[in-house]
């Protein structure tokens, strides 16, 4: 079983801004935990022990001194080591950026550190983000914490499997087609990926810069709306984050689900196990005792969205990888000319999947096949969004499983890569509408292993997203 | 687009992606590559023919900004993370002349 903190993110910064808790003690217990069960777990790249020390003793100085301290004042974060730290190795779980170390933090990085936030760690992933396992990290895969012999979804499953385990109470991921959500669910807390260009993606490694968004893990609702309160508005680094005013989450989710439209989507793709549809079923139940009222709604181009996905993700990336060449930073591997050196260091740096999927983008893209799939794929884009927005007329926020199961065992999808893409098949539409969605802890499924529902809204509707997973929350706790 | 991608087709498109494929992965890409295709042949039964593409989410404009002098990265830093540099500039080996 897990070791959940016994402090929320929320209760650790009252009481650390009150002065009733010392940031140092609370780092101190965090650490323990990850000297307990990181050996099995294997959340972590790097832990950041004497900077994380360095940074709660000088917020308690702070407090001591009668300094104002930021929203997460002592909060200890985990980050996924694909944003960047300066001065700190960020590794996207890839060989071939060995030894890098950024000249630059990540806007979140900022963001976090003037709030209050203590980085304790940077998390394994999936390289460069690609993957729903995050067995394809070139360290060696992240487990599950309830169950070790279980993946911990991905990629973003070191800083999902950091919350669950209790090594951090927040931490955070990026989410490109499920890669926040879908861990969130196999461990059991929240995941929120929010609209596109709510949080910036300054400092991000890019993986398919028109999908990719940040956003927190945590073990409560409320701590993921304290998260996004802190890390989301715009940012002038990033020409994508968007300008409009964001308002309080903390403040939304004061307000209860009577009246609200909760959507049905009666075409949704079939092949969740029935255990997550017993679990799906539940959340309507209890949305509708909260006072809510459930819809019918159609999104027909849904079941669309994974091939959409996989090749417009795939033809990013390919852009977007074709930075890793060996000359300005990571590993090189010694050659007599550079095309030849371009083609050694990229074969040899990156893994299996990284190389499959720059080889499907590169494809994609070609002379004589763009628009037979690229061209096709955005076309179906459109479609998807459309249908969102047609559904959002009639509901307010529609709720799915996250996951078509519950967390499966290591090596079990190994030698299929589509059976491994059809884990994102109920996330991936929202990234391609960039819309916001989360994963809720809503019980436990087979093998009593967590099973998480997902709340989506239209954009720029996290205040009312949050409101449902909120109902959610308090009708499991 | 149901022609199936062929071996050199593979070969063709892993040297557009400077990728040095083994023999070995040329074989398990091909294959692997013609699988994800015949799955995603789904959306061939839509028409598209009157949909704009899209391609991100957001209405994109043009983002000015007042033209101030800012500090930039730390040079030393940067070329600090490069596998080679020398006097204040990346290294790299011959560029021309020995291209296969």
């Known amino acids: 079983m897990t070791q959940r903190t016994e402090l929320t993110a929320t209760q650790i910064a009252a009481g650390v801004r009150s002065g009733s808790l010392k940031a140092a003690d609370v780092l101190d217990r965090h650490l323990a935990r990850i000297a307990d069960r990181e050996s099995e777990i294997h959340a972590f790249n790097l832990v950041l022990v004497d900077q994380a020390r360095a940074g709660a003793a000088a917020i308690d100085d702070a407090v001591a001194a009668g300094h104002e301290v930021g929203p997460l004042a002592g909060v200890p974060v985990a980050l996924k080591d694909n944003m960047c730290t300066r001065g700190i190795p960020t590794t996207c779980s890839s060989k071939i950026l060995e030894g890098w170390r950024p000249p630059y933090d990540a806007t979140v990085v900022t963001r976090l550190a003037a709030a209050g936030a203590i980085v304790i760690g940077k998390t394994n992933l999936d390289e460069f983000a690609m993957g729903s396992s995050t067995e394809n990290s070139a360290f060696g895969p992240t487990l599950n914490p309830h169950d070790t012999t279980r993946v911990a979804g991905g990629s973003s499953g070191g800083s999902a499997a950091a919350v669950a385990a209790g090594f951090a109470p927040t931490s955070l991921g990026s989410d490109t087609g499920g890669s926040i959500r879908q861990p969130a669910a196999l461990c059991g807390v929240v995941g929120v990926k929010p609209t596109y260009g709510y949080v910036s993606r300054y400092g991000l490694v890019a993986f398919a810069s028109s999908l990719d968004q940040i956003g927190p893990f945590t073990n409560t609702v409320e701590d993921a709306a304290l998260m996004l309160d802190v890390i989301g508005g715009h940012d002038a680094m990033d020409s994508t984050s968007i300008p409009d005013p964001q308002p309080s989450l903390r403040e939304a989710i004061r307000h209860g689900v009577d009246g609200l439209r909760v959507g049905r989507i009666t075409d949704l793709p079939s092949g969740a196990d029935p255990d997550v549809v017993a679990r799906l079923e539940a959340a309507f139940d209890a949305l509708r005792d909260a006072g809510a009222e459930i819809v019918d709604v159609q999104v027909p181009a849904f079941g669309y969205g994974l091939t959409a996905y996989y090749l417009i993700a795939p033809a990013e990336a390919s852009s977007n990888l074709a930075r890793y060449d060996g000359v300005r930073y990571g590993m090189r591997v010694d050659s007599p000319d550079t095309n030849a050196m371009y083609g050694a260091t990229r074969a040899a740096g990156f893994g299996e999947e990284v190389q499959r999927r720059i080889m499907l983008g590169t494809y994609a893209l070609s002379a004589g096949y763009y628009d037979a799939y690229y061209g096709k794929a955005l076309k179906v884009r459109r479609m998807i969004a459309d249908d969102f927005d047609r559904a959002y007329q009639q509901a307010d926020v529609l709720i799915t499983p996250t996951a078509p199961s519950v967390a499966f065992h290591v090596g079990d999808k190994g030698d299929d890569p589509l059976a491994m893409y059809l884990c994102d098949v109920y996330t991936i539409p929202t990234n391609l509408a960039g819309h916001p969605g989360m994963s809720v802890p809503f019980g436990t499924g087979e093998s009593n292993l967590p099973v998480g529902i997902q709340v989506l809204a239209g954009t720029l509707n996290e205040p009312t997203m949050f409101r449902a997973a909120a109902a959610l929350e308090r009708a499991v706790s | ?100």
């Open chain 2, 1 to 100: 687009m149901s022609n199936r991608i062929t071996r050199e087709d593979v070969v063709h498109v892993a040297r557009l992606a400077r990728l040095d494929l083994s023999p070995e992965a040329i074989e398990r890409t091909t294959a692997q590559l013609a699988g994800m295709l015949e799955h995603f042949e789904d959306i061939d039964a839509l028409q598209l023919d009157d949909v704009q593409p899209m391609t991100q989410p957001y209405p994109l404009r043009n983002v000015f900004r007042e033209d101030v002098v800012r500090v930039g990265l730390d040079r030393d830093e940067v070329l600090a993370a490069a596998p080679s540099a020398e006097d204040g500039r990346f290294r790299v080996p011959p560029i021309l002349g020995l291209d296969s």
